[in-house]
C-alpha cells in the first residue's frame, strides 16, 4: 500500500499563490507516476497535472497550463504543486494521486491507484 498525505491548501486571494505538497509513504514510491486531481462542489473529480516517475514528462490541463507547476522530489518522496496567478474557478478539494507509468497517458481518476485525503483550496474574488 501507499499512503499519501496532502498539505498546502488555504484561503488566497486571487492572483496570489500558493504550494501544495503531496509525501508518500509505505510501498516505495519509486516507479509510480503522480497527479494531482480536483474536485469542486457539485462537480466530477479532473485531472490538474501530472508527472512521471524520473520527472521528465508533464501534463497539465489546459484551465491551468501556465500558471500551474508540477514537480517531484524522489529522495524526499514528495510531489509538489505550485500554483500561481490563482483565479475563484481554481477553488475546490485538490487531491494527490499514484498510479503506474500508463496512467500519465490517460490521466483519469480510474487510471490511479492511491489517493490522498485531499487538501481545500479556496481563491476569493
Known amino acids: 500500500q501507499v499512503q499519501l498525505v496532502e498539505s498546502g491548501g488555504g484561503l488566497v486571494q486571487a492572483g496570489g499563490s500558493l504550494r501544495l505538497s503531496c509525501v508518500t509513504s509505505?510501498?516505495?514510491?519509486?516507479?509510480?507516476?503522480m497527479g494531482w486531481f480536483r474536485q469542486a462542489p457539485g462537480k466530477e473529480r479532473e485531472i490538474v497535472a501530472a508527472i512521471s516517475w524520473r520527472g521528465g514528462i508533464t501534463y497539465y490541463a489546459d484551465s491551468v497550463k501556465g500558471r500551474f507547476t508540477i514537480s517531484r522530489d524522489n529522495a524526499k518522496n514528495t510531489v509538489y504543486l505550485q500554483m500561481n496567478s490563482l483565479k475563484p474557478e481554481d477553488t475546490a478539494v485538490y487531491y494527490c494521486?499514484?498510479?503506474?507509468?500508463?496512467?500519465?497517458?490517460?490521466?483519469?481518476?480510474?487510471?490511479?491507484?492511491?489517493w490522498g485525503q485531499g487538501t481545500q483550496v479556496t481563491v476569493s474574488s
Open positions: 494521486a499514484a498510479g503506474g507509468s500508463g496512467s500519465l497517458y490517460d490521466p483519469l481518476p480510474r487510471n490511479f491507484d492511491y
Open positions: 509505505g510501498r516505495t514510491f519509486s516507479g509510480y507516476a
